[in-house]
């Protein structure tokens, strides 16, 4: 998008970078531009009109998001037979093939993981599931050039 400046001030200063464990950007600045674009939900989203600077802050995520698929089976099952989790990433094309760790949850409780392979598929299979219903998610951690992603959630029950 266009960004017009208010004519005695040109420009967006940054005064400070910082960088999260996930590989996160964040610069810290001011400006006095009169539409610099924002996300919902912000503080002040346009310039308040008196001699003062703007102050903002930006995140940049650097990397690539893949999209996850999870699937469960069988999604029921008795206690001690073998349930598959499968986790299927897709990257963006003419990029590689998201590579890392998949982590298999039930709430926040790690079931297992799996290594994703050459085609982005990552395994975990269980014979010791406790009785109960489980709401399984898929999270990749991130890897290569891909940002962390996690599965819209799976229902399980174990009879």
């Known amino acids: 998008s266009t960004v017009t400046y208010s004519p005695s001030y040109a420009g967006v200063l940054p005064s400070g970078v910082d960088v999260d464990s996930q590989g996160n950007i ?25 001699a003062d600077f703007t102050g903002i802050i930006a995140q940049i995520n650097p990397f690539l998001s893949a999209t996850i698929q999870l699937s469960v089976a ?3 099952a008795s206690a001690s037979t073998p349930v598959t989790f499968t986790a299927t990433l897709t990257g963006v094309s003419a990029y590689p093939t998201p590579a890392g760790t998949v982590n298999f949850l039930n709430g926040t409780k790690v079931l297992g993981s ?12 269980s014979t ?7 709401s399984v998610t898929a999270v990749y951690l991130g890897g ?9 959630p799976q229902a399980l029950t174990i009879n």
């Open 74 to 76: 069988p999604n029921t």
């Open 114 to 125: 799996g290594t994703l392979d050459a085609n982005g598929v990552a395994t975990f299979r």
């Open 144 to 152: 290569n050039v891909y940002s962390s992603v996690t599965s819209d």
């Open 128 to 134: 010791t599931l406790a009785s109960g219903a489980y």
């Open 26 to 50: 964040y610069v810290a600045g001011y400006t006095r531009a009169l539409d610099l674009p924002t996300t919902s939900g912000v503080f002040q989203p346009t310039f308040a009109g008196n």
